[in-house]
């Protein structure tokens, strides 16, 4: 039975990557929404303006999912096709794959049709930038931009730690990324309270972005782009953006594309300014389609990889695991006699 236990997972990992492939997120009653929803109030309980407070909101937020995934996981340890539905389930819930596409194609069809209005209008489905003074290269910019960073957040990550840690490290990535959302961005409100959520957020992407960009480096001739140019400019470029993650994502697809990335990006109340990624011209609309073929492409490239790690490294660093456990034991009760 305990030999199921990576089938079922890796089982789970397919079934939800296909619900999220052919469904999409769910449009009513969405799992992360409520979850928004109780975060919310939790913050709103626990919020001062120190890290402390932050620490604390984070570890509660995060931790109750996290809980909750070892809880059915033991639950389901000796009924595999149980344990399969479970991840099935929560793989589709914290997927954004096929969202994230549509919403490239859309603004992709709306920037095609010279619709201004409705492209900005829909920008912010993909990011927090202020639209209104955008034009097409801008607005492309952004779209290719999101869609290269939420590439990793969005599926490569949680099919990461899917195959990492089962259940328990779908919900709890999916929690840290969405605080990271709610809180982690540099406000007045947030400044410090939001500091323990964006570095978790960090901490759990910093393998996942690295992968997402030398998969698109790999995948970039899907989408008629230079392999080669891609891994020159992510080596030169990847660095360069002051997240210690979003960088990964995006030289890559920069380089992919043949496009530049980067420059000045203005929030509600505030602007950054950040470096270029890339050599060639700004985006347009006729490199959104693009995008999101190499950002499907890395998806699939990721899900072979998630459900392979169950059946092959994660068995053996299992057993390896229970080893020493089982020696600990043994040690300890050699030291009481």
């Given at each position: ?6 089938v079922?997972?890796?089982a789970?990992?397919?079934a939800?990557y296909?619900?999220?492939a052919?469904?999409g ?6 799992p992360?929404a409520?979850?928004?929803r109780a975060a919310?109030?939790?913050e709103r309980?626990t919020?001062?303006?120190d890290r402390?407070?932050?620490a604390?909101f ?6 109750a999912p ?6 059915a996981t033991?639950?389901t ?7 399969a ?17 549509r919403e490239a194609t859309?603004m992709?069809?709306a920037l095609r ?5 409705a492209?900005r209008?829909?920008?912010g489905?993909?990011c927090?930038r202020?639209p209104?003074a ?7 910019r952004?779209?290719v931009e999101?869609?290269?960073?939420n590439t990793?957040d969005?599926?490569?990550a949680?099919l990461?730690w899917?195959?990492v840690?089962g259940l ?11 605080l990271?959302?709610m809180v982690?961005?540099r406000?007045?409100r ?11 957020d960090?901490?759990l992407?910093?393998v996942?972005?690295r ?7 790999a995948?970039a001739p899907?989408?008629h782009g ?8 992510w ?8 997240s210690?993650n ?8 920069a380089?992919a ?6 420059g000045?990006?203005v929030?509600?109340?505030r602007?950054e300014v950040r470096?270029?990624l890339?050599?060639?011209p ?6 959104l389609?693009r995008?999101a ?5 890395v ?6 990889l ?7 490294l994660?068995?053996?660093?299992g057993a390896?695991?229970?080893r ?12 009481r006699?």
């Open positions: 039975m305990r030999q199921a236990t990576p079922a997972t890796a789970g990992l397919v939800g296909a619900l999220d052919l469904l997120d769910p449009r009513r009653y969405h992360v409520g979850f928004g919310g109030a939790l309980r919020y001062r303006p402390l407070a932050g604390a984070t570890a509660l937020a995060v931790g996290v809980l909750l995934g070892v809880a033991v639950a340890r000796r009924r595999p096709v149980a344990r539905v479970l991840v099935a389930a929560g793989t589709w819930t914290v997927l954004g794959g096929r969202t994230l596409r859309v992709g069809r049709a010279g619709d201004l209005p492209a209008q829909r920008l489905h993909l927090g202020d209104s955008l034009d097409e290269p801008e607005l492309a952004a779209t999101s869609l290269a960073e990793s969005a599926v490569v949680p990461l899917g195959a840690a328990p490290g779908l919900l709890g990535y999916r929690a840290a990324n969405t990271d959302a982690g961005h406000s007045p947030y400044a410090r309270f939001g500091t323990p959520a964006a570095r978790l960090d901490l992407n910093l996942p972005a992968l997402t960009g030398l998969l698109t480096v995948v899907t989408a230079d392999r080669d140019r891609a891994w020159r400019v080596r030169r470029d990847r660095n360069d953006h002051p210690p979003a960088g990964q994502c995006e030289a890559a697809m380089g594309l043949g496009v530049r990335l980067g000045r990006n929030y509600f109340g602007s470096p270029f890339g050599d060639g700004r985006p347009e609309a006729r490199h389609k995008a073929r190499i950002s499907g492409a998806g699939l490239a990721a899900l072979g998630a459900a392979t790690y169950p059946l092959t994660g068995r053996l660093v390896v695991g229970r020493a456990a089982q020696w600990s034991v043994a040690a300890g009760r050699e030291g006699r």
